[in-house]
């Protein structure tokens, strides 16, 4: 009897210990807020699929960025800054929200895409001996009184490869 009574408490943990086995085991669901249901690999495709969006938005608007330069820097050969992409024979993709500011020396392309959280500005600005380019890359919003020739702040200035 007595190997009967000692016999019990061990079948009953191993019974448990092998049922925390199972569920650790098991694929759990973690979920954010928006992502209720998504499997861990629908995460993964989401999260791959932003990335080379913004990649893309990125190509996109460095290209745009470098011809508005290109063709500011003519414009102002012949005169003064263009106001517009068309006055540059330029025009932007439907899915980028972009602005052109021309204020006396200064001028500068604002492109936003309209997915994403990375906004652009290419600046060129005539300083009284050479004309400065600029391009810049950061997150929005934008103080009303930007300085001409720098980036908005927080913003990160970087090259356009000359292709």
């Known amino acids: 009897m007595r190997s009967l009574s000692t016999s019990v408490p ?6 448990l210990l092998g049922g925390l086995g ?15 249901g ?34 500011q820097l003519a414009s102002f050969y012949w005169g003064q800054f263009a106001s517009s992409l068309v006055d540059l024979g330029l025009s932007s993709d439907k899915n980028v929200n ?22 652009y500005v290419a600046i060129v600005h005539f300083n009284g001996s050479k004309l ?5 890359r950061g997150i929005t919003p934008v103080s009303a009184d930007q300085k001409a020739a720098v980036c908005p702040e927080g913003w990160k200035a970087f090259e356009i490869p000359e292709v």
Do not use: H, Y
Not at 10 to 15: E, I, N, R
Not at 56 to 69: D, G, K, M
Not at 132 to 136: A, E, G, S, T
């Open 22 to 36: 199972v569920i650790a085991t098991s694929e759990t669901k973690v979920s954010t807020p928006g992502e209720i």
């Open 10 to 15: 061990t079948v009953v943990a191993a019974l």
């Open 132 to 136: 400065v380019r600029r391009q810049c």
């Open 38 to 71: 998504l499997s861990m690999d629908a995460r993964l495709v989401r999260q791959l699929d932003d990335q080379e969006a913004t990649l893309n938005q990125r190509l996109q608007a460095e290209t745009l960025l470098r011809a508005f330069v290109r063709g």
């Open 98 to 119: 972009v602005r052109v500011e021309t204020k006396g020396s200064s001028t500068r392309l604002w492109v936003s895409p309209q997915r994403g959280s990375e906004n």
